[in-house]
């Protein structure tokens, strides 16, 4: 199947729709035979690849993954891909040796890598951005001097990936602080469609799903629709509320079956809050294969769609719904179809958890302000 094919010949479609269009041609439709037989046998059902880029893939996200990416796990288990890795000068040469294991890996879907310093060539026709680079914060460094560094990383890297990247390419940013590095990468590349630029919080939404299932002591895939609010940050409100729990007598509430309060509102948000903290303390190294494994659930529910009754937690343009500022990236429920997320409308919202949701909404606001006085 040729992708320019696909492109030119949706043209009349939106960006949005063209990007949905080429992903679920490649993703999603089985081929048929002249005689409209599906085909089955490996060689005939070959897809062309999608380019996924990874930026900050000498570090160790990246290394976690750009496997994950190469094996299916993230576009599925029948779509070739070819990875862009880019990162910085002084990471080249670590990034020449993931691309070297890369190939000593022989992964059947790899149909190529490319591993560059140049961030032109690092974003040419990528259909998928995850953009995992950014500037740590640094012992002794004000906040301000962080978030300098990561707007001007985000400012530049927004314009190349406007100009080189595939028409409506979908972009996750994972690199703190998530949310704002996402908002400056849409501001600067005003031609991609908002809707197209989304943050990770799907790794703290993993996180209360573990929490959930592994006080219930039930499958973490029987535990659905916890919701992360607002801010990747610890002013990340986790709720429960809409949460349930598939049992043998049907889906019961959370909040039903774990029959603690106090624990639902207290300890259990704490820890979502600050796992982050804990996994440095016990590993000496910030979480990487948790946020590789969920940077892939992400990115695979926008694309191939989420089961039908479940939402996720992705950083999206805010559109005033619940009330949040338009104007924030800000995590909320969302479902995928086609390709689009939506905000799931209409959950009721209770006074404690209007708070907190006002509160890391606050926050970002703050980030905002921030990040616009480095521009400045
Ligand atoms: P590492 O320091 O191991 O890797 C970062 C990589 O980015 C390095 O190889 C570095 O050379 C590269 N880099 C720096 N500037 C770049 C630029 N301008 N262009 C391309 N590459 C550049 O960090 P790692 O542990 O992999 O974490 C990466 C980012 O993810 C950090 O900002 C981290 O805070 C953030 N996280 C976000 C999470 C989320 O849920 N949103 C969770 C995990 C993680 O903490």
Not at 43 to 52: C, H, I, L
Not at 220 to 243: E, F, L, R, T
Request: with cysteine; hydrophobic share 40%.
């Amino acid at each position: 199947m040729d992708l320019s094919f696909i492109m030119t010949n949706k043209s009349n479609l939106s960006p949005s729709s063209r990007l949905q269009a080429l992903l679920s041609a490649t993703l999603t439709t089985p081929l048929r035979s002249s005689s409209g037989d599906i085909l089955t046998n490996r060689s005939q059902m070959a897809k062309d690849p999608v380019r996924v880029l990874v930026t900050g893939a000498a570090g160790q996200i990246g290394y976690a993954l750009v496997p994950m990416i190469a094996r299916g796990i993230m576009l599925g288990a029948d779509q070739p891909v070819i990875l862009h890795m880019l990162d910085i000068p002084p990471a080249a040469e670590a990034l020449n040796g993931v691309k070297m294991e890369l190939i000593d890996a022989a992964f059947p879907l790899l149909k190529g890598v490319v591993a560059t310093t140049d961030a032109v060539e690092g974003c040419t026709g990528v259909n998928v951005a995850v953009m995992v680079g950014g500037f740590p914060r640094k012992e002794g460094m004000e906040r301000k001097d962080v978030m300098s560094k990561n707007v001007s990383i985000y400012k530049s890297q927004a314009a190349a990936l406007e100009k080189h990247a595939a028409p409506n390419c979908k972009v996750l940013v994972v690199a703190n602080p998530a949310n704002t590095n996402a908002l400056i990468l849409k501001e600067f590349a005003p031609s991609i469609p908002e809707k197209n630029i989304t943050c990770l919080t799907r790794l703290d939404h993993n996180r209360a799903l573990g929490q959930v299932s592994e006080r219930l002591n039930v499958p973490v895939s029987d535990v659905k629709n916890v919701i992360i609010w607002g801010n990747h940050s610890s002013s990340q409100y986790p709720d429960v509320n809409h949460a349930s729990v598939k049992t043998s007598s049907g889906e019961k509430p959370v909040r039903e079956l774990v029959k603690d309060d106090e624990w639902l509102n207290g300890e259990f948000i704490t820890t979502v809050q600050q796992r982050g903290a804990a996994i440095i303390k016990a590993r000496k190294l910030s979480s990487a294969l948790s946020a590789a494994s969920s940077a892939c659930d992400h990115i695979r529910d926008w694309v191939l769609g989420t089961p039908e009754g479940t939402f996720v937690s992705m950083g999206v343009y805010s559109d005033g719904s619940y009330n949040v500022p338009s104007g924030l990236i800000y995590s909320f429920p969302v479902t995928c179809r086609n390709g689009e997320w939506s905000i799931v409308q209409g959950l009721p919202i209770d006074e404690v958890s209007r708070k907190k949701m006002d509160l890391t909404a606050e926050e970002l606001k703050e980030e905002k302000d921030l990040a616009y006085s480095c521009l400045s």
